[in-house]
């Protein structure tokens, strides 16, 4: 599947955005999706997760402050994220996989496809 992420931009510390992680063509049904995000300099790291059979998983850091949820057609995935701190700024990309393990899979960072990034900068 083909993923397109978008939202991502210029906020201050506090403030919040909303990342959209779209699929054309198919839904997202039967999908594990999930986002990660990567500074410079750092490893990738796991931000978020949709599972298949329903249900959500969050890094602790992020708990309470990022939502992720999945529109009502099924093609697009969320991450909502607020009270955003200088140190959330990275390049934000979406994954998803409709694997068997893919929640597994996703959560291990190794899932299937694959979104361009969308960068989040935050200032302080």
């Known amino acids: 599947v083909q993923l397109q992420a978008s939202g991502g931009g210029l906020v201050q510390a506090g403030g919040s955005l909303r990342l959209s992680c779209a699929t054309s063509?198919?839904?997202?049904?039967?999908?594990?999706v999930g986002w990660f995000r990567q500074a410079p300099g750092t490893e990738r790291e796991f931000v978020a997760a949709s599972w298949r059979g329903g249900g959500t998983y969050y890094q602790d850091s992020m708990k309470g402050r990022f939502t992720i949820s999945r529109d009502n057609a099924g093609n697009t995935v969320y991450l909502q994220m607020s009270s955003l701190k200088p140190e959330d700024t990275a390049i934000y990309y979406c994954?998803?996989?409709?694997?068997?393990?893919?929640?597994?899979?996703?959560?291990?960072?190794?899932?299937?496809?694959w979104g361009q990034g969308t960068q989040v900068t935050v200032s302080s």
């Open positions: 994954a998803a996989d409709d694997h068997p393990t893919a929640d597994f899979r996703l959560r291990a960072g190794t899932a299937k496809s």
């Open positions: 063509g198919r839904t997202f049904s039967g999908y594990a």
